[in-house]
């Protein structure tokens, strides 16, 4: 049972991305998703979230940056990031829980995919 991240990579500053979180032993249509990241040499924090309904959840400081969605037939949760900015920088992981939920109630940690924005 595991979740796991793809799609990072090296971009310019402005650039966009689409993070894939796809899950194996399991179906994600029954759980809520989430969406962290940590950068270097700081915690890890909780940037999106998507319930079993499609209800989204982001902190303000990425709200109208990134957007998270689901395609249940693909067993896939997507993290869109647009106009990406070097303190974006940060290895991205996907987590299932619930996305009212406390961070340390999330499970299914995959390996995560590094973003890294620079010019």
């Known amino acids: 049972v595991q979740l796991q991240a793809s799609g990072g990579g090296v971009v310019r500053p402005g650039d966009s991305l689409r993070l894939s979180c796809v899950a194996s032993?399991?179906?994600?249509?029954?759980?809520?998703i989430g969406w962290f990241r940590q950068a270097p040499g700081k915690e890890r924090e909780g940037i999106s979230c998507?319930?079993?309904?499609?209800?989204?959840y982001a902190p303000t400081s990425v709200k109208g940056q990134f957007t998270i969605s689901r395609d249940n037939a693909k067993n896939t949760v997507y993290l869109q990031m647009n106009g990406l900015k070097p303190e974006d920088t940060a290895v991205y992981y996907c987590?299932?829980?619930?996305?009212?939920?406390?961070?340390?109630?999330?499970?299914?940690w995959g390996q995560g995919t590094l973003v890294t924005v620079s010019s």
């Open positions: 998507i319930s079993t309904d499609g209800t989204t």
């Open positions: 987590a299932k829980g619930l996305c009212y939920g406390p961070e340390k109630d999330f499970s299914s």
């Open positions: 032993g399991f179906t994600l249509d029954h759980e809520d």
